[in-house]
């Protein structure tokens, strides 16, 4: 494993993350939000690649949300995270739900040099605000695709709407978060996002916003990309 595949992580983060195991699949729980989030997710996915039969790599999969989503709608899902709780999570809930995905802890700069050029698609959420280097792990996703192959992020833009909303009123104000959630300085404006995808070597096909919605806890995909937001890239043939 690279050096960066071992550092690439704030231990913080993961035991953070791993306290949530329990309750991940919880739709009234401390992922409530990511719950509402997902059928969004999914759809801008959905809409954007063919996933019927695709080889699909979900990183940072934490409790198996998305990874499910993925593999219902006929894909082939292998689905990465470092925090083993989240993992033992996921795969019990696999096995209870009988939807087939693959899960490993491991990094994905060491996947890369595992299985380079291996996925048709390529989806990384709410994860790349939680690392020391966003830029390995961009690199290494863009690897790990096919060409032709797409890059599905979401993260979140570093703007006063996005403090307002993504910590004081989702961690502090309505609780929909765990206070601690997000760091303010770790959001990556669209701009960044699409010089590390030009320095990966990939094309930015698109950039769109995703609005979460409490009052009806549901989310949708807007043109507002000041606070939570998506991006599809694509690998050239």
């Keep these: ?19 949530l195991a329990q309750r991940w699949w919880d739709p009234s729980g401390p992922q409530k939000a990511l719950h ?5 997710r999914l759809g801008y996915v959905a809409e954007r690649a063919t996933l ?23 894909a082939r899902v292998t689905a990465i995270d470092l925090a083993p709780n989240l993992l ?14 693959e ?13 380079p050029a291996s996925f048709d698609v390529v989806t990384c959420m709410e994860m790349l605000e939680h690392v020391p ?7 290494a996703c863009a690897s790990l695709l096919k060409p032709g192959g797409r890059l599905f992020l979401s993260t979140l833009n570093r703007t006063p709407a996005a403090f307002a909303l993504a910590i004081v009123g989702a961690e502090y ?3 929909l978060l765990p206070k601690g959630t997000h760091q303010y300085r770790d959001f990556i404006k669209p701009s960044e996002l ?43 043939e």
């Design 52 to 74: 019927r039969d695709a080889t699909v790599l979900d990183v940072g999969c934490g409790g198996g949300l998305l990874s499910e989503a993925l593999a219902k709608a006929g």
């Design 1 to 19: 494993m690279s050096a960066t595949a071992q550092t690439n992580f704030h231990q913080s983060e993961l035991d953070k993350f791993d306290e």
């Design 194 to 236: 699409a010089r590390l995808l030009r320095e990966g070597g990939l094309a930015l096909e698109d950039v769109s916003g995703l609005m979460y919605e409490p009052w009806r806890n549901a989310a949708r995909v807007v043109r507002r990309t000041d606070v939570n937001y998506l991006a599809c890239a694509r690998r050239p």
């Design 88 to 101: 033992k999570v996921a795969r019990l809930h696999g096995l209870e739900s009988g939807v087939k995905v």
């Design 173 to 175: 104000i309505a609780r």
């Design 36 to 40: 509402a989030l997902n059928p969004a």
């Design 133 to 139: 280097d966003p830029a390995s792990i961009v690199r």
């Design 103 to 115: 899960y490993r802890q491991l990094a994905v700069e060491a996947l890369a040099e595992e299985a």
